[in-house]
């Protein structure tokens, strides 16, 4: 009996030391959490205040890191990238039908003197909101934004851009109005010459227009991605009515065999399409 009770005050005892070894483990893993969390917390209210009136480092446009920058410093540079697109320009690829590119230089300035942008980055709207990065929403993203954009995901801005459309219109179709041929169907001409009493037939010519709505949404959308002095045009070919159509619809009235190709360009058709 008494062998018994002891038995099991040593087995209690040893109950109770495992469970107070535990307990220790236990407090030294939370208060590790607990001291990491102040580190973190305090380190984060640190890194914050560091860039007060600053954009935060990640936060970009284009291939630029505006971290560090005042609005300010944030508004010269970008007009520092205006002005470089004012003298350089933007090269505009037109992919032609026949595999030759051609290339052509859009400056997006217009005046006598070529000082008036047509269309720009718009520089203060960009510094406020490089400025705003990872300052607005609750106190939870206000701490947590700023590191993510710093040390994990950069945050990339798209660049807002000002214009006067119709100056930036006319500017652009002076750029490439070299470049468009319009396309004109093929035609039936009956001028019936006193030798020949048959109609002649004046074959098609392939041309090639330009979507401008579409290219200054596109010269927009690369000032916005940041600094691309590069764009392939958007051009249209245009849908035209075939020498070979315009046989086979003669042929249903009976004119088969009657018809002459004409390519001489001194008898303009009636009907150009």
Same mark, same amino acid.
């Given at each position: 009996m008494i062998m018994e009770e002891l038995r099991r005050v040593i087995v209690d005892a040893a109950s109770f030391s495992h469970f107070r070894t535990l307990a220790r483990?236990?407090?030294?893993?939370?208060?590790?959490?607990?001291?990491?969390?102040?580190?973190?917390?305090?380190?984060?209210?640190?890194y914050v205040e560091r860039y007060a009136?600053? @954009?935060?480092? =990640? +936060?970009?446009? *284009?291939?630029? &890191?505006?971290?560090?920058?005042? %609005? !300010?410093?944030?508004?010269?540079?970008i007009e520092n990238i205006n002005n470089r697109y004012a003298k350089e320009g933007i090269e505009l690829i037109i992919a032609a039908s026949d595999g030759v590119n051609s290339?052509?230089?859009?400056?997006?300035?217009?005046?006598?003197?070529?000082?008036?942008?047509?269309?720009?980055l718009d520089s203060d709207a960009l510094s406020?909101?490089?400025?705003?990065?990872?300052?607005?929403?609750?106190?939870?993203?206000?701490?947590?934004?700023?590191?993510?954009?710093?040390?994990?995901k950069p945050h990339t801005l798209l660049a807002p851009t000002t214009a006067?459309?119709?100056?930036?219109?006319? @500017?652009?179709? =002076? +750029?490439?109005? *070299?470049?468009? &041929?319009?396309?004109?169907?093929? %035609? !039936?001409?009956?001028?019936?010459?006193?030798?020949?009493?048959?109609?002649?037939?004046?074959?098609e010519k392939a041309g090639l227009t330009f979507e401008y709505p579409a290219i200054?949404?596109?010269?927009?959308?690369?000032?916005?991605?940041?600094?691309n002095r590069r764009q392939e045009v958007l051009s249209h070919q245009q849908q035209i009515y075939l020498e070979s159509q315009l046989r086979r619809g003669?042929?249903?009235?009976?004119?088969?065999?009657?018809?002459?190709?004409?390519r001489s360009h001194h008898s303009p058709p009636l009907d150009q399409g």
């Open positions: 483990i236990f407090f030294v893993i939370f208060a590790v959490f607990v001291l990491l969390g102040f580190v973190l917390f305090f380190s984060t209210l640190l009136g600053l @954009v935060y480092p =990640g +936060v970009r446009v *284009g291939n630029y &890191d505006l971290g560090g920058l005042s %609005a !300010v410093t944030v508004k010269n540079f290339r052509n230089l859009f400056k997006p300035v217009s005046g006598s003197d070529a000082t008036e942008e047509v269309v720009r406020a909101l490089a400025l705003s990065a990872g300052r607005a929403g609750n106190i939870r993203q206000r701490l947590l934004l700023p590191v993510l954009y710093g040390f994990i006067n459309d119709a100056a930036f219109r006319a @500017v652009l179709a =002076g +750029v490439l109005k *070299g470049q468009e &041929d319009p396309a004109k169907n093929a %035609a !039936v001409v009956f001028d019936f010459p006193e030798t020949d009493m048959a109609p002649r037939v004046v074959p200054e949404r596109q010269i927009k959308e690369a000032l916005e991605v940041g600094t003669l042929e249903t009235l009976n004119l088969k065999g009657k018809l002459k190709t004409h």
